[in-house]
């Protein structure tokens, strides 16, 4: 951490700085400029609270060199990781698909959906048991007859699985019949879900929040990774900005800053990030050739009526269709269709 | 409900969404432009899933006319509500001042900051014992431990108190300690949470989530609300923004907006809008004369030293000067200081 | 356009509002459902000042339903445009690659590039000789010299040549050296600028604003078309957000976005977009996976010395390899490299 | 400005970045920290060229500890600047209220504002005669004939004059008629354009672009002040966010923000920041109460029929109801109504 005094401040608030430092134990370095001087803290910073040498006299601003995020951070653990899903994974050498509906409506719609995400080429069921949805007179889910059929999907299909849960209460739930949880955008910094998660050790897609900075993101992850699991895929689902003609902006570029900043698997989400069907193939071209390493897809038998999320949900034909397009770009990233 | 065709949609086109609104047992209504058709519904379109009309044949959007949060809405309620916290209330007469940390640290540290803010003027007692920070290596805050001295530091000063929960264990501790429960901003739409919080009946003050919009701030009252639940007062907190002079975007005209909307009293919270303590003081005075119903203020007994969020804490003569200051204000603006 | 009327509105606020628009000279329909009451407008709506009846009694919102750009509207020209540039031309079929430094800085330097572009597959070379710099202490350019010096290495080499204008005197200088002109983000709602860019005739690559919606950015082509110029190129370079892990967000939704609302070709400025050199060659894949009809990208000879743009700037070898790692997606876009 | 390289850099990429440093005629400053080193460089950082360090081998990023606004900023010239427009100023001591029609539409409607305006108690007359417009069908102002307007309305009131300019056509009819310019928001970074009216001399209002930061404000007065003219007042207008329940956001937290980064005056326009009569008055109030050296206000005699932003004009009535409302707070923030 640096801390930057203000144009020719006092020798004595210069001192009083390096006061704090050194009573912490740690060691100040001074650099002094024509106009401003520049203090560096040699040392574990944890010992100093930071935020507070803001306010001691004549101090102009902090400012951090280092990042917060350790376990999720690509400095101190250079190699890829890779995440193992129900008989799949999810890494650098494989473009891993993730379809179904955005909320599981009974046994043979998910069950329908299942066979033919299968068949097209999908390894990994998606579907929603618990739905956080902005109003209270929305479809909520069918909770945990949702996930038996999740399970009933994956024994018939041999799909891996993956569920949002919402509480401590879904997860408890969750684990008992799905590969993989999700934790979605608007749960990305209820903390305490996370640490649960993490306690789980079970594989966790999360979700990017929705005014979430990509640093936001990764200690959010590092929560997770802090409590001893390393079993995270991250999950690029679009930001809030002020174009409204798609329904949140996809922020592409999120892939290759975490390629340069953390070791974690990044996947995109093009149906929540458009919430239209008919720009989920070019993003999810796209993704692919961003460097993704796998994509969330909305896909529904009957999207005319779709208990939630119908306009963005792909047809199983369509989702099919999809998949032929997206073989050749897999092939150009050499990633495995699987 | 409106549904707009495309230019020239075909009749058959046309008469596809008539038809799809009929079965629903709702009317439609037809109104044919030269360019372009639109269709009215008439009748209670919770019947009809208003989303997938959107991808029926040739119909270029659906436009809502009516709000979907109901409860909290001003339409149907056109009183300001109060609500009563202890042995104070919120409301159109009363400017209602929450003081006190950001963490409580200590018994000590607490009942000296609950002294100082009861005295310049203070009629509730802030302080978090549940703190959700980004980096999991930040300090948490000191959980039940933390509600006791808030218990006590109302006993001998007679404050009111607030505390944020974020989770159901920590909302089954705060019933037995303190007046009113804080939603966080992070947990805005922690659906699971605010449905717990309608449950329990308790006052709940509701922040604004960092990238929710006013619409989705008042459904997410309406999740509390549906579940009997009155006793509301959102908290707007600053949004996330492009810019980074300050840490949020405080958006002042939620409280005229919120006031043409809803009946819910509604506060501003300058500390955390901003993370610098020189610009609390002018937004304060700003909160009072746009008509907020109050102000939740960060106040600190040694700033330096604060755990957590210091450099936006006032230090304890900072705020009694500031009341002061407020209290010109709070009489121009017909409330009393209480 | 639709008035949404309020709750409940009296007879006599309705009939206000339909005899405005009976007044204008158009028809009004009625739609009254159990709240709400809605009147659409049937006839020419520029004979009616929409703004205005917003503030009539009783008037709760107007809503438009159609769009206030004509000639870049898709609705009104289905046809993909196709717009000649020197001896190129930017369209459907063709993936352009517009490459060169951000800032012309010398004779040598300009050439030096230009051949380096034209090697590897570049098409139109781009060079800034008037440089909009947020801060009047940086380059500002070469001006008229730098625009010399793009038609001396236009005849080199046979490229076609871009440069932004800034200003009537630069368009003025502009149309006696270069193919194309670009107006840069800060100018897209210049309208001055647009109406004489629209009167020169001239090619014209239109940036997007850094906060303009799609629609806006539409509007701003508008204003060009308008003046009897149909040959308009828009190109994405980033939108500003919270996010600072890049300098702007791209918006590569914005590509079928675009598809979907307007005829006019588009590109994808990766340089811009992200301000960070390692991100280039990705979203360079992703911008033609998703269906952009060309590049710009920046290329300097020695970026550790460049004036402008350094950190973002592909050295002249990178460029090269971009070109070949780009070719199969070119293949699968159906698009000639050229 | 100070250069952190990566973790562990090698001693030959640190001693490369010094000897760019050095060769450049400045000091080099190590700081060796456990994990990283930091080099700050001292002396005059304009003579190297801070964005080419970026690519060095082994640099992580490049912290600025300066403001590239020199004239413009606060540390330079602690005391507020006051400007003198017309018969009136602008600064510490006054609130000056700037009132009149969005757009100029006759001769008659701006004398019977000008009155009404004058009555009531503004100094300084607004009204936009080169109108910039989102669509090239909207109405786009009289033009010159406006401006003789603005000038006979001066000589019948007494009022000070403002008018919006666009290009420099219109900057050299503007110089003949009124007391004050103003850039709007859309042309707050067409450097030619602040750069003739920074030789121009004339008083400028340079309104905040709708994305602009408030550094990139401070630096596009500098381009202004760099031409000699001091005489410029900021004004805060709404950024562009999420929310779209205002047209835009109030930025207020800039007032104070301003305060302790320059020198300049600082006002707030209501009206275009929400778009919304009704949220008018509460804001102007806030405007006051946060410590704006005065506001910006839009009024027409007959709302209803303006030909540019009705729905946001005040009627000279409430205009009136406004200003009285005002002048209380005036007084508490100890500023004369003139």
Chains 1, 2, 3, 4 share one sequence.
């Not at 599981?104 to 390894?123: F, M, R, W």
């Not at 002020?242 to 949140?248: F, H």
Request: aromatic share 4%.
């Amino acid at each position: 951490m640096i801390i930057v005094m203000k144009p020719h401040a006092s020798e004595k608030s210069i001192e009083n700085v390096v006061k704090m430092i050194q009573d912490s134990g740690l060691s100040a370095h001074l650099s002094k400029g024509e106009e401003v001087t520049i203090i560096g803290i040699v040392g574990d910073k944890s010992k100093i609270s930071n935020r507070n040498l803001e306010i001691a006299p004549e101090v102009d601003k902090l400012v951090q060199v280092t990042e917060s995020y350790k376990l999720t951070n690509k400095k101190f653990h250079p190699t890829p990781s890779v995440v193992k899903v129900g008989n799949t994974e999810i890494g650098p050498d494989t473009l891993s698909i993730m379809a179904g509906p955005c909320a599981i409506e009974s046994e043979e719609q998910l069950l329908t959906i299942a066979h033919a995400v299968k068949a097209a080429g999908a390894t990994i069921l998606r579907g929603g048991a618990y739905k956080p949805r902005t109003s209270p007179y929305s479809f909520q889910g069918l909770e945990e007859e949702g996930l038996r059929y999740m399970k009933e999907a994956s024994s018939e299909t041999g799909l891996a699985t993956i569920c949002e849960i919402i509480s401590e209460e879904s997860l408890n739930a969750a684990v008992k019949y799905v590969d993989m949880v999700q934790i979605g955008a608007r749960n990305m910094q209820n903390f305490q879900l996370l640490r649960e998660v993490g306690r789980s050790g079970l594989p966790v897609l999360l979700k990017r929040g929705m005014a979430a900075t990509i640093e936001e993101w990764l200690n959010a992850a590092e929560y997770i990774m802090a409590e001893g699991n390393r079993n995270i895929v991250l999950c690029e689902r679009g930001i809030r900005t002020y174009e409204t003609s798609t329904r949140n902006t996809l922020d592409i570029s999120a892939v290759p800053v975490l390629r340069a900043k953390s070791h974690l698997p990044v996947i995109i989400d093009p149906s929540h990030a458009t919430g239209v069907r008919a720009y989920v193939a070019p993003l999810s071209k796209a993704a692919v050739a961003v460097g993704a390493d796998g994509l969330m897809i909305e896909v529904h038998n009957n999207p005319a009526c779709a208990l939630s999320d119908g306009p963005q949900s792909l047809t199983c034909p369509q989702f099919e269709d999809l998949c032929q397009e997206l073989k050749p770009y897999a092939d150009l990233a050499g990633r495995a269709f699987r």
